[in-house]
C-alpha cells in the first residue's frame, strides 16, 4: 500500500516535506513513526486524514499521514 507522509516545522530537517511510502498492509502509525527516528523529539501530534488518532492507528493505502512536533507558547 502507498501512504503519503507529511513533515512540519522541525520534524522536516534533514528528512523531507512530503514523500509517498510504500509500506506492507496491516502497518500501524508507530511503525512509520520509528523508521523516521526522532530520537530527539518524542513529543508529535499525529494526524491521519485530518483526524487526530494515536501511533496504534492502522494505516490504510492512500491514507495521509501528518507528522507535527508538539507546540509550545507562552
Not at 506492507?24 to 502509525?29: G, Q
Not at 523529539?41 to 507528522?67: C, F, M, Y
Request: proline share 5%; no cysteine; hydrophobic share 45%.
Amino acid at each position: 500500500m502507498v501512504v503519503k507522509v507529511k513533515l512540519f516545522a522541525t520534524f522536516r530537517e534533514g528528512r523531507f516535506k512530503e514523500k509517498d511510502m510504500e509500506l506492507p498492509e496491516r502497518t500501524i502509525l508507530r511503525d512509520v513513526v520509528k523508521a523516521l527516528d526522532f530520537p530527539d523529539k518524542p513529543a508529535k501530534i499525529l494526524l491521519v486524514n485530518g483526524i487526530r488518532v494515536t501511533e496504534d492507528s492502522q494505516l490504510n493505502d492512500g491514507d495521509v499521514v501528518a507528522i507535527f512536533p508538539m507546540i509550545a507558547g507562552g
